[in-house]
């Protein structure tokens, strides 16, 4: 493992040449102790605007074109952040996709990573000079420019950490770390220190949404120890390890929660082999993300169906399953959109029962109705009626003890 | 010769997604009857906001960050235009300097071109789509993006007509054509329907600034014929021709004039060998450019040698004057800021004689005082007090029957 960290600035971070200048402290000060390797997004606001001049053109804008356009606004705040570094005496030189060879497929706007010029980047540290680089943009084989899709700044930092085999990955952002819950619902909330892969890929697939489920994943494949925390107050943030803690693990760690939600139940489905393959295929052609499938016994042949997606959604899906009711028999298609769900997430569950039988103790005696359960080793996602959302949350996070 | 013509599109040309609409139907129109390939600056404003961006982190930016920077205004408005294209349902494709490897040399924000891939752009002609590229931008044989300097999208335009092997160069602009004069000096000022390469050089140098004069000097070298017109108005514009039109050249073909000019006299001047070097030397290397050098015949052993400068330089000549003082004597420094240069121009006054006096007549007879002459073979150059520009410009379009 080199002694090299790599540090991630998202768009809130360097939204106005004020936060470049006070992210530029930041790395300055970093440099003084470790090598540094940062990649940076673009300026808040600065992509929504390229995406806004291109929609003048048409709702369906050639991919190809689309992301050389919006890949533009990091190129920007690589160059800016490089002159301030400049302006404070640090050695700095920017590098889009294109430099570092930052290859990708050519699968426009969620494009794939599949290599990085590591020996490009390893050159300039060892020329004492900082490396800032482009978050989100991409490369084909053949020289074209891709982007990694919403939020995939951090894939690229996680990337480049991984291939030049980092010691570390600060992501940082406009939060202070990883939370037991939204401090807006718990006034007691509590900053982890921190949290295990497995928990934060839970956590951030639900509300969490501090860091890119995918960098998560990318750096679990990878073994890069993350840490998330905030560009704009000092602080440790949270750590995301690699260990399993082992006995010191919390049974739960945190509690997500995600409002916007639709459960849409088909009612009276023939239980029948590749029923559930017939309802979901044609959803996830449609590029619609299903979560918390439920499927009941079986009764006389017939069972129900249900699933969650979010309320964006709603429309299409009603669409979908007209055409899927040519296929296959049901009675009745039941969409309920005042509901949410919520998840307890702890890598302890998995040693220690009982969490389930506490957390619906807990909701019952405070009157929350539970409508579905779906449980995964290291996670307990309940779907409940969205105005009750604040009060669950804010039982089970006194039952589990997560502001102590 | 191919059967390609390029068109290029200033700032102004595409500075609103109205204006690229407008412009894509320009290249549509053309592309019905010839192949075509585009050269785009960036949209008007945006580089001026790129630049007042790196403002905040000092006033002297690294050059290679500041191309980086202020380059991606090309970018945006290539994809854009490709975007507006693909909306009127014509092939089109946009690229940057790297993709088509636009090589220059690393003289950031100078640059100039060594190289370009024709190959790349032929095989994209040859698929019926037309090249959108980026004006302006370069890249250096280690993969740094460079820029041209101001106006190098001309300069683009005019390299890649050549390196094709093109029919014309269109460069699409504000202005209708080039002028026998300013028409807001002169109301009944004519648009030429042709230029030679060489008064269009001198005129360009001169206040005409419709096109770079470095764009000029490149077509006059590649023999690329280049065409001057409007993206707002139709019209066929002004033909910048290869061809010495021979007896049918106007004795005169326009008059450019230039005010915010300063004349320096250094009186008294030592006239030994080398006094010009001495002089000029020095202002050369604070790259000062300097215009109209007169030296009068000696009496006794001393001269007066006089130039022109542009207003903005008058302080740093001050300052560059003092230290040649310690090298050379010389009685006084005269510095008079309140004169303008006016200059005919006209290939026929080389097989012709006359226009000297015949303008030195026209200007006495209008109690013009002309201060100094310069001549070249198709170009006479006159320093006038700055107030009497205007009327000096209006009585020698009328004396040279430029409005007929």
Do not use: W
Not at 11 to 27: H, K, L, M, N
Not at 302 to 325: H, L
Not at 388 to 402: S, W
């Amino acid at each position: 493992m080199s002694n090299i960290i790599v540090q991630k600035f998202g768009g809130t971070s360097v939204g106005s040449v004020e936060r470049i200048d006070a992210v530029a402290d930041i790395i300055k000060n970093a440099s003084l102790s470790e090598k540094i390797v940062v990649v940076v997004s673009a300026m808040s606001g600065e992509t929504n605007k390229l995406v806004s001049l291109a929609k003048h053109f048409g709702d369906n804008p050639d991919k190809r074109e689309f992301d050389a356009l919006v890949s533009t606004g990091e190129t920007i705040s690589s160059a800016l952040l490089t002159m301030a570094l400049h302006s404070k005496g640090v050695k700095a030189r920017s590098f889009s996709a294109t430099q570092i060879s930052m290859k990708t497929t050519s699968t426009y706007s969620k494009a794939k990573i599949l290599d990085v010029d590591s020996n490009k980047i390893m050159s300039v540290i060892e020329n004492d000079t900082i490396p800032i680089i482009t978050g989100f943009q991409g490369v084909t084989e053949t020289g074209d420019i891709t982007t990694l899709g919403r939020g995939g700044s951090d894939t690229t930092a996680v990337a480049i950490a991984a291939q030049i085999n980092a010691k570390r990955c600060d992501i940082y952002t406009d939060v202070d770390g990883i939370y037991t819950t939204d401090p807006k619902i718990v006034s007691n909330a509590k900053k982890l220190d921190s949290i295990t892969m497995e928990e934060m890929l839970e956590l951030a697939g639900q509300g969490a949404k501090v860091i890119q489920t995918r960098a998560v994943e990318f750096a679990n494949k990878y073994k890069v120890p993350v840490r998330v925390l905030s560009s704009f107050n000092e602080g440790s943030g949270t750590l995301i390890s690699l260990e399993d803690k082992g006995m010191e693990n919390a049974l739960v760690s945190g509690i997500a929660f995600q409002k916007n939600q639709v459960k849409v139940t088909l009612h009276g489905v023939e239980d029948t082999p590749g029923t559930a393959f017939k309802i979901l295929g044609p959803i996830s052609d449609a590029e619609i993300e299903v979560d918390v499938i439920v499927q009941n016994v079986s009764v006389d042949g017939k069972t129900d169906f249900t699933f969650t997606v979010s309320t964006e959604d709603q429309e299409a899906i009603k669409g979908i399953i007209e055409d899927i009711n040519q296929k296959i028999e049901f009675k009745d298609l039941i969409i309920d959109s005042e509901i949410a769900k919520v998840s307890l997430v702890g890598v302890g569950m998995r040693s220690q029962s009982g969490v389930a039988s506490k957390t619906f103790k807990a909701l019952s005696e405070n009157d929350v109705n539970i409508q579905i359960i779906s449980t995964s080793e290291i996670k307990i996602t309940m779907v409940i009626k969205e105005d009750e959302v604040d009060k669950a949350v804010q039982v089970l996070h006194k039952e589990f003890e997560l502001d102590k």
